[in-house]
């Protein structure tokens, strides 16, 4: 059974940090392109980061030169390193693992003064 588990969420003010781990289990996150996509209230699930097996990472525009994925495949884990934080950021923060895809349950960030 393959479990995608996020952690590292919680309330921030404006221009914090914050890095978020996704420990996976049942697959080895070696072989697979590994994730981060965000849902706010009202808006739908958009792609934040993802790294691929060789270490390739893409970003979407809104975090580019804030936030950064990380992989360790001995740990099996995917982080998202997140800096400079904005309001705009609060989201539930899921993990996903392709080809599946494998979805996390979603870890909270709130970005409140």
């Known amino acids: 059974q393959v479990q995608l588990v996020e952690s590292g969420g919680g309330l921030v003010q404006p221009g914090g940090s914050l890095r978020l781990s996704c420990a996976a289990s049942?697959?080895?996150?070696?072989?697979?392109?590994m994730g981060w996509h965000r849902q706010a209230p009202g808006k739908e699930r958009e792609l934040v980061a993802t790294i691929s097996s060789g270490g390739w990472t893409n970003y979407a525009d809104s975090v580019k030169g804030r936030f950064t994925i990380s992989r360790d495949n001995a740990k099996n884990t995917v982080y998202l390193q997140m800096i400079s934080l904005k309001p705009e950021d609060t989201a539930v923060y899921y993990c996903i693992a392709s080809p599946g895809p494998y979805w996390g349950q979603g870890t909270q960030v709130t970005v409140s003064s």
């Open positions: 049942g697959i080895s996150i070696s072989i697979y392109v």
